[in-house]
């Protein structure tokens, strides 16, 4: 393969797993321990 298209694949790759991370502690179990700021702020 060449070096271009293992840089390509490695750099997507990584950004999908950032993304997927992000989303499983948005909606996934850990979300229940984030607090809402809005929520937190009302006056």
């Known amino acids: 393969m060449e070096p271009a298209t293992v840089?390509?694949?490695?750099i997507a790759v990584v950004v999908i797993a950032i993304t997927g991370f992000s989303i499983y502690t948005a909606f996934g179990p850990p979300s229940k321990e984030l607090g809402d700021p809005f929520e937190d702020h009302e006056d």
């Open 7 to 10: 840089l390509s694949i490695s």
